[in-house]
């Protein structure tokens, strides 16, 4: 199985900063785009920002300027340092990979999601 870990989520104060983890894990022989998604309740999931295999990287308007999403090939890890944190960031948050396995299809793999709360 290939799965996506995220970790990283947790309790912010407005203006504070977390950083989001997500690794990739299983038989994979490599990962193609990643991409950060949240959610809120009775809102559909949107994407926040996207990085391909070669680094360039897309953003949603709401968080340009203060969210860097990076990879780790060699870990099959992508980051997500979110600064300058507002009540608004407050999602679950999902990774998102194309990933190309040994044997078969590339797949599109969702994370289990991680709580990102932003509150003073």
């Known amino acids: 199985q290939v799965q996506l870990v995220e970790s990283g989520g947790g309790l912010a104060q407005p203006g504070g900063s977390l950083r989001l983890s997500c690794a990739a894990s299983?038989?994979?022989?490599?990962?193609?785009?990643m991409g950060w998604y949240r959610q809120t309740p009775g809102k559909q999931r949107e994407l926040v920002a996207t990085i391909t295999g070669g680094g360039s990287t897309n953003y949603a308007d709401s968080v340009k300027g203060r969210f860097t999403i990076s990879r780790d090939n060699a870990k099959n890890t992508v980051y997500l340092q979110m600064n300058s944190l507002k009540p608004e960031d407050t999602a679950v948050y999902y990774c998102?990979?194309?990933?190309?396995?040994?044997?078969?299809?590339?797949?599109?793999?969702w994370g289990q999601g991680t709580q990102v709360t932003v509150s003073s």
């Open positions: 299983g038989s994979i022989f490599g990962i193609n785009a």
């Open positions: 998102n990979a194309d990933v190309h396995k040994f044997i078969g299809r590339p797949l599109n793999i």
